[in-house]
């Protein structure tokens, strides 16, 4: 499964063969075939485990999501995975939905169910938020984490093309200025600089 998933991450799904990934988990044909009918069982089987291991490692940083500030620190760990890529390979779960959407239409149900459950839990920490009084009422949760995830996605796949960093660093801070143009004002204002009394001088 990890050697099936690395292969199409950095090849595609279509130029990955079930020769190639024999070659590279050093397994036999009857071994493949024994937990894997064809090539399409083992591509949704790569699917649901990209899902599961992106989902969980968005969940560390969302699930508590409540702050603007928790969602800049979740920001500053997508820009250091992508940094540290140069950009390269793109995001898991989107270059699988870019390949297999219009081909397989189970991959298809799958790939939507994840980035359903993605984004709720980017709704989920904006309705806290809401609820605390960090955004106000007329906020939308359903469209921030939409907003959110479509910058995320493009993002992505900008970055994957310049093998940079900056486009997604772009994409992530627009859509952070757009989720902050709905805090309450008390919730965006400055703190208040305490006043220091100036000392009187002493005239003769």
């Known amino acids: 499964m990890d050697a099936a998933a690395q292969l199409m991450a950095t090849r595609g799904v279509a130029a990955t063969t079930l ?116 955004l106000r009422e007329d906020a939308e949760p359903a469209r921030l984490a939409t907003a959110v995830i479509a910058a995320l996605q493009g993002g992505y796949l900008l970055a994957q093309t310049a093998h940079a960093v900056e486009p997604m660093r772009v994409a992530l801070d627009m859509a952070l200025d757009y989720v902050r143009s709905f805090q309450t004002s008390a919730a965006g204002a400055a703190p208040k600089k305490r006043r220091v009394p100036q000392k009187r001088t002493k005239t003769a």
């Open 19 to 134: 020769d190639d990934v024999r070659a590279a988990s050093g397994t036999s044909k009857s071994q493949l075939y024994h937990h894997f009918e064809d090539k399409d069982a083992l591509v949704h089987a790569v699917v649901q485990q990209q899902g599961e291991q992106t989902l969980e490692l968005n969940a560390r940083g969302l699930s508590r999501l409540n702050s603007i500030r928790g969602l800049e620190l979740w920001r500053n760990a997508v820009l250091q995975k992508v940094t540290i890529r140069n950009g390269a390979y793109g995001c898991e779960l989107g270059s699988l939905a870019a390949e297999l959407s219009d081909v397989d239409e189970d991959a298809r149900v799958m790939l939507a169910n994840m980035f359903q459950t993605w984004e709720q839990l980017f709704i989920d920490g904006f309705e806290r938020m809401q609820q605390s009084g960090v």
